[in-house]
């Protein structure tokens, strides 16, 4: 809501084909896109995980986008809880 409010452009909830050796294997659904440019995955989790890190570089690499934001809201102060996630 937030986004809007600021009318920065974005897309919720975005289907992107996964694809193995040029093969379509299925899809993802991202969190958010950003203006085109940011991928963005939201977790509410008591610990950001190796495989929280790997799901944002599967949708960047699968968006071909390079900037990715894993932002878990389940910290004392939201700032803590933001990576930022480049490839």
């Known amino acids: 809501m937030e986004?809007?409010?600021?009318e920065?452009?974005?897309r919720a909830q975005v289907p992107v084909a996964a694809t193995y050796k040029g093969r379509e294997t299925g899809e993802f659904v991202v969190d958010l896109i950003v203006?085109?440019?940011i991928v963005t995955e939201?977790?509410?989790v008591s610990a950001v995980m190796p495989v929280h890190r790997a799901?944002?570089?599967?949708y960047l690499?699968?968006?071909r986008l390079r900037l990715g934001l894993l932002i878990n809201f389940h910290?004392?102060?939201l700032h803590?809880?933001?990576?930022?996630?480049?490839v």
């Open 3 to 6: 986004l809007g409010l600021r």
């Open 80 to 86: 803590q809880g933001v990576k930022r996630v480049i």
């Open 55 to 58: 799901q944002v570089i599967s």
């Open 42 to 44: 939201l977790k509410a």
């Open 35 to 37: 203006d085109d440019k």
């Open 61 to 63: 690499r699968a968006t």
């Open 75 to 77: 910290v004392p102060v």
């Open 8 to 10: 920065i452009p974005f």
